[in-house]
């Protein structure tokens, strides 16, 4: 099984890398960890000034989160393939897209578990990629009280 993590280093990605590491896996899945950086049309959709927004700095952030999820990754599966990914574009639409096209079976996400108007206002990522994605999504929830 092919299965995509995306992670945006919060510690929501965090409590999803720790849930993904405590599972058995078969032997022959495979993992990419993908994350997103902010291209400079999502920045403009998100209303950040490009006077402020410094792109390549996005896509170093980026590598410095796959790098520690990886090496976490690769220490709980040493003989697994691990791949990582640095994406561009929106969030939730980049991470569906790489899925199809890398013939993912299923994605795992994480989420904040907002609720109310803080979700209807800021929207949810893993609510996107769970109504858009071409494949089976594994959301890990933050419990509540944790």
Known sequence: MKIVI?????EYSKMMIDHIVSRPWADDDQFVIVTVA???AGAVLAGMDLGTVDLPEERVHAKNILDKDF???KEAFPDHSIEA???SGFAAETICK??????ADMIVVGSKGRSGLARLVLGSVAEAVLKNAPCSVKVVKHKSGS
């Open 71 to 73: 090496k976490r990754m």
């Open 6 to 10: 995306a992670t945006d280093g919060s």
């Open 85 to 87: 990914k640095v994406l």
């Open 98 to 103: 790489f899925a199809a096209e890398s013939g």
């Open 38 to 40: 902010q291209d400079q």
